[in-house]
C-alpha cells in the first residue's frame, strides 16, 4: 500500500514538474518572439538564463533528475513581469490564453523612447 501511495507522489511530481517546464517554455518563447523591443538588459537577463539551461541540460543525464524548472520558470516569469506580462493562469488551457493575451499587452507597455 506503502508503493501505491509513493508511485502516485512520484506521478503528482512528475506532472507539476511538466507543468512548469510547459509554462517556463511558453513565456520564453514569448519573449524571444518580442526579441527587439526589450531593453539591452532584458536581452541579457534572458541570454544568462537561456546559458545557465544549456549549462544544466547538458550535464543532465537520463537517469538523473531533471533540472530545476521551479528555478528557470520563477526567472522567466521575473523578467515577463518586468515587461509587463502577467503570471500564466493554471490549467492546460490558460497557457495559451495568456500567449494570446500577453503578446499585444507586452508591445503596449515596453518603453520604445
Known amino acids: 500500500m506503502n508503493t ?8 503528482v511530481a512528475r506532472r507539476e514538474n511538466g507543468a512548469r517546464r510547459s509554462e517556463f517554455y511558453l513565456r520564453y518563447d514569448l519573449l524571444l518572439a518580442n526579441w527587439y523591443v526589450l531593453t539591452d538588459r532584458l536581452q541579457q537577463e534572458i541570454l544568462a538564463l537561456r546559458q545557465d539551461l544549456h549549462e544544466d541540460l547538458a550535464r543532465w543525464r537520463p537517469r538523473q533528475r531533471e533540472p530545476v524548472w521551479n528555478a528557470y520558470a520563477d526567472r522567466v516569469n521575473l ?4 515587461v ?3 503570471p500564466a493562469s ?24
Open 4 to 11: 501505491q501511495s509513493d508511485a502516485e507522489s512520484r506521478e
Open 79 to 82: 523578467i515577463c513581469q518586468q
Open 90 to 113: 493554471s490549467g492546460p488551457g490558460g497557457s495559451a490564453t495568456t500567449r494570446q493575451r500577453a503578446a499585444p499587452r507586452l508591445l503596449a507597455c515596453l518603453d520604445l523612447t
Open 84 to 86: 509587463g506580462i502577467q
